[in-house]
């Protein structure tokens, strides 16, 4: 996947329109690939489900407010980030307070430089919003969907982080 083919929704989205604004750090998961997580398979939705005119509502995660993740650590934007480690600037659009921010977990390269390439889920790469990154050693911040705030070690398996990003898959989270 190109790196410029993910700009080009956002920019859609803001209608190309570039302007300064605050930084944001926390982003809500759209949906979530189901395990072995490869491109083109049908996606699970999250707490704010990509592409939905109903939006997110409680009654909506069957799997229980304190075992499903509502938002996510997003941190180093508008700068891109490879394994705590800048490689460049994104989107002027993404990363700001009132633009694109939201998170399309999928697999990564353990440098982050390779999509679909390996199971580094968290902390591998902040490009264009894909997974969760922090610059805290070895986790990453969420808030579930009761109010609760949760460590996520970036050794989850991709199993767990599934289970805890989709909203309805009827699974049991284990430790994360």
């Known amino acids: 996947m190109p790196a410029t083919s993910a700009f080009t929704a956002d920019l859609a989205a803001t209608g190309g329109a570039s302007y300064r604004a605050a930084v944001i750090e926390y982003a809500p998961a759209l949906n979530v690939l189901p395990p072995p997580m490869n491109a083109g398979v049908a ?83 902040n490009f264009t919003g894909l997974n969760m990154y922090s610059f805290h050693a070895g986790m990453v911040n969420v808030a579930l969907a009761d109010g609760s705030v949760r460590a996520v070690t970036d050794s989850i398996s991709m199993d767990n982080y599934y289970r805890l990003v989709a909203v309805n898959d009827g699974l049991v989270v284990g430790e994360y």
């Not at 489900?49 to 993740?69: E, H, V």
């Not at 490689?87 to 440098?111: E, K, V």
């Open 43 to 125: 996606r699970t939705p999250a707490f704010l489900p990509q592409l939905s005119t109903r939006g997110s509502s409680f009654a909506a995660i069957t799997d229980g407010l304190s075992n499903t993740m509502m938002f996510g650590e997003l941190s180093g934007g508008p700068v891109r980030y490879n394994q705590n480690r800048q490689a460049g600037n994104q989107s002027p659009n993404q990363f700001h307070l009132g633009t694109w921010a939201r998170l399309l977990p999928i697999r990564m390269s353990d440098d982050g430089t390779t999509l679909y390439g390996g199971n580094c889920l968290i902390n591998c790469t």
